[in-house]
């Protein structure tokens, strides 16, 4: 799905009753702070867009289980992932990700980290899946 979508306004923190966004295959470049307040929300379809930097906010999604970002220019992912305890499925295939945040360690449900395609070094491989013993990690 292609939209052409540049950028999601500040007022999508009004759709407070929403389950699912898919936002993928568009030119959005950034996600609003304002995303956060979208705490019912428990799937985030964002793959194939622009999207290099996450808000701290998103950690407050706190009722997401499939989190869907492949193919974007994410180098870093937020330390605040840490507070997503029902996430269950993290897609960042093909980004430029080097590591992840040991925060991630606090994902309990998480089943499935997927990271190839990301320049993450070899020595970072260990300690990803050490951090996540529970959950199967694909490079």
């Not at 759709?15 to 979208?38: A, C, Q, V």
């Not at 430029?96 to 990271?115: D, H, W």
Request: net charge negative.
């Amino acid at each position: 799905m292609e939209n052409g979508i540049t950028y999601l306004p500040a007022e999508i923190d009004q759709l407070i009753h929403l389950t699912s966004l898919n936002i993928s295959g568009n030119f959005i470049t950034e996600l609003p702070k304002e995303i956060g307040n979208l705490t019912k929300l428990e799937e985030l379809w964002m793959g194939r867009n622009l999207i290099t930097h996450l808000p701290e906010e998103i950690g407050q999604l706190q009722n997401l289980v499939w989190w869907d970002l492949p193919e974007n220019n994410i180098e870093f992912l937020p330390t605040s992932i840490g507070n997503l305890r029902n996430l269950k499925q993290l897609n960042v295939q093909n980004n430029k990700l080097q590591t992840v945040p040991e925060e991630v360690a606090q994902l309990k449900q998480l089943e499935t980290l997927t990271l190839s395609g990301n320049p993450i070094l070899v020595s970072e491989h260990r300690k990803i899946k050490d951090w996540l013993p529970h959950c199967n990690v694909w490079f």
